[in-house]
């Protein structure tokens, strides 16, 4: 059993691929991950990953192009109080502490890092209950020898009963708040303002004040998926222990609401700034992380049409579409539009079969005009006798065209329709066999009289001829050879 990691691509996919040859455990079943090619694509290309969902994002959201250049990382971003000259006490001393920096805390977002604080969530999922976890502060002298720690790599043992749960939360918090950047980055703070803004219409089109939660999953789904590998793998651990948090809040007293006032700061607000700085964003803010937490199950799955275009990227067709990405596909009126397509399908069938009919009479057409054409020689007499031998040389479920003619039985072969066609006139057509009894020969009109003096070819094989009329048999006979041959000769 053989097994592929799934660090080759990014650090938060969660997927398992197993290759078994033994076939005692082939019945069993298969893990698939959905966005194992959106990981793959992100991974390999993300050029194109990136400009696939930001395309997305601006269907979703309105960003001019100063903010959409800050997205991308074109632009440096402009942030609130950026620009401002004060410089009040909050701010310099936020300043002065990043500047000293260690190994894990106040050092830019690494593998390492987030290695060294899932102990801290992993121990906190394990201790829910405390009341105002994440509110109320812990010792500094505990939380300094566990910074310290931390910092130093040594292993910590948590369970060990040395550091209290309110000790881990604060330290968490601080991990945080001593990033270069915003869990969330810089770069995407207007999109997250702009995302808050999304309220639903009414039947008139007018813009309510009710947030349009489905649009505002769909934004967050496709802006997550465009943060950095270690930024999105932080923040998925975070917002499931902040799910969990609020789920047990009749115990430690912490909702989804008073959670994001005290996360805000740390993954969303700029740095550097102050609340003066925000002003009325404030409550987008804190309203955005709340939404975060209570929908943190669903933000970090790729929207469908992402994973197909990804998928499609890497196999080219639908053949191998997980029934995953089939059932999220599917729209409920799939189903009636099925025959509309199946009477589409054969509507198309019937014109293709039509147009190649039409070809091949066409072609056929052309081939008799060049062989009646040529001069009289024993190969034009071998061609015309090759139309004759093959009446049926039609195109697959062609019906054969029969001559309007009420009065005469003509010819059903293909090869007779089209010198009807192109000469304009009968064509004798000798059909042997010989278990049936042949047809009369047909001649030109002005024939007909003398043939009917001499009587029909079967009549005359049929009787037996006495001695004294077999050379007026025999005379009718050459008149009536003399006067077929003409015929043939002048088709």
């Given at each position: 059993?053989?097994f ?13 691929f197993?290759i ?13 991950n ?9 991974h ?57 920096k260690g190994v894990?805390?106040g ?6 890092g ?24 812990g010792n500094?002298?505990?939380?300094q ?10 292993d ?5 009963g ?6 881990v939360a ?6 945080l708040?001593?990033?270069p950047e ?11 303002l ?11 089109g ?17 802006l ?15 917002l499931?222990l ?7 809040q ?33 409550t ?6 709340t ?5 943190s199950?669903?933000l ?6 992402i994973r197909?275009c ?8 639908r053949?191998?579409t997980s ?15 099925q025959?509309?397509?199946s ?16 070809r091949?009479e ?31 040389a ?5 019906d054969v ?16 329709l ?18 049936a ?18 009587g029909?070819p ?5 009787a ?12 009718c ?15």
């Amino acid at each position: 059993v053989s097994f592929f990691s799934p660090s080759l691509f990014s650090s938060d996919a969660v997927c398992n691929f197993v290759i078994c040859n033994d076939s005692s455990l082939r019945s069993q079943p298969i893990i698939f991950n959905p966005d194992f090619f959106v990981e793959k694509l992100r991974h390999e290309k993300p050029e194109v990953f990136t400009e696939l969902v930001v395309s997305n994002i601006t269907r979703l959201i309105d960003l001019p192009g100063a903010e959409l250049a800050q997205l991308m990382g074109e632009e440096d971003p402009k942030l609130p109080g950026a620009n401002s000259t004060a410089s009040g006490f909050f701010r310099s001393l936020m300043s002065l502490k990043r500047k000293e920096k260690g190994v894990v805390f106040g050092s830019p977002l690494t593998e390492e890092g987030i290695a060294q604080v899932s102990q801290l969530i992993e121990y906190l999922h394990k201790n829910l209950r405390a009341e105002g976890l994440f509110r109320v502060p812990g010792n500094s002298i505990r939380q300094q020898i566990l910074k310290d720690a931390l910092n130093s790599g040594t292993d910590i043992d948590l369970d060990s009963g040395e550091f209290h749960s309110n000790d881990v939360a604060t330290l968490l918090k601080m991990f945080l708040g001593e990033l270069p950047e915003p869990l969330l980055t810089h770069k995407h703070f207007h999109a997250h303002l702009k995302i808050a803004d999304l309220m639903l219409f009414d039947e008139k089109g007018n813009k309510t004040s009710t947030p349009d939660k489905e649009r505002q999953i769909e934004a967050l789904q496709l802006l997550f998926l465009i943060l950095p590998a270690p930024n999105r793998s932080l923040l998925k651990l975070l917002l499931d222990l902040l799910y969990q948090t609020a789920k047990k809040q009749d115990k430690n007293k912490m909702s989804a609401h008073n959670l994001a006032l005290m996360f805000a700061p740390h993954i969303l607000w700029p740095r550097n700034v102050t609340a003066n700085d925000l002003q009325e964003n404030i409550t987008k803010l804190n309203n955005g992380v709340t939404f975060m937490i209570k929908h943190s199950q669903k933000l970090f799955k790729a929207p469908a049409y992402i994973r197909e275009c990804a998928r499609l990227h890497y196999l080219g067709s639908r053949a191998h579409t997980s029934k995953d990405d089939l059932d999220l596909l599917t729209s409920p009126g799939s189903k009636e539009l099925q025959p509309l397509k199946s009477q589409k399908r054969s509507r198309l069938d019937t014109c293709h079969q039509e147009e190649t009919q039409q070809r091949t009479e066409e072609a056929l057409k052309e081939l008799f005009r060049h062989v009646h054409n040529m001069p009289d020689s024993a190969k034009k007499k071998k061609l015309i006798r090759q139309f004759n031998k093959h009446p049926t040389a039609l195109t697959p479920g062609s019906d054969v065209p029969t001559s309007p003619a009420p009065r005469r039985t003509r010819s059903r072969s293909f090869s007779g329709l089209i010198k009807r066609k192109v000469l304009g006139t009968p064509v004798i057509l000798e059909r042997k066999s010989r278990d049936a009894t042949p047809e009369p020969e047909r001649v030109s009109k002005e024939n007909v009289h003398l043939l009917q003096k001499c009587g029909s070819p079967a009549h005359m094989s049929q009787a037996k001829l006495k001695s004294s009329e077999g050379r007026k048999e025999e005379s009718c006979r050459r008149m009536r050879a003399h006067l077929l041959s003409k015929d043939s000769s002048s088709l």
